[in-house]
């Protein structure tokens, strides 16, 4: 069964820094790609971030030079380094996995709220 668990939300200040974390578990196949998504109260979820398996990265443009997503394939992880967060960054944050032929696998989220 495959399980991917996010861990590291939490209640930060603004300007503060978080890192999220996503192990994979049960996948046999290769990982194409990974990526972070967030979804705030009321609104859709969101691509933050994307890596792929040659380690080319995207951003959403709202995050950039301000968040930075790596993966170790070696351990089928990736992460998500927050800096600077803003109460904007506010949300549910989910990773995905995608493996051939675009096959798409998501976690149940980790909460990150920015707050004062």
């Known amino acids: 069964q495959v399980q991917l668990v996010e861990s590291g939300g939490g209640l930060v200040q603004p300007g503060g820094s978080l890192r999220l974390s996503c192990v994979v578990s049960?996948?046999?196949?290769?990982?194409?790609?990974m990526g972070w998504y967030r979804q705030a109260p009321g609104k859709q979820r969101d691509m933050v971030a994307r890596?792929?398996?040659?380690?080319?990265?995207i951003y959403e443009d709202s995050v950039k030079g301000r968040f930075t997503i790596s993966r170790d394939g070696a351990k089928n992880m990736a992460y998500l380094q927050m800096n600077s967060l803003k109460p904007d960054d506010t949300a549910v944050y989910y990773c995905?996995?995608?493996?051939?032929?675009?096959?798409?696998?998501w976690g149940k989220g980790t909460l990150v709220t920015v707050s004062s």
């Open positions: 995905k996995a995608t493996t051939a032929p675009d096959i798409h696998y």
């Open positions: 890596i792929f398996i040659g380690g080319t990265t």
């Open positions: 049960g996948i046999s196949f290769s990982i194409n790609e």
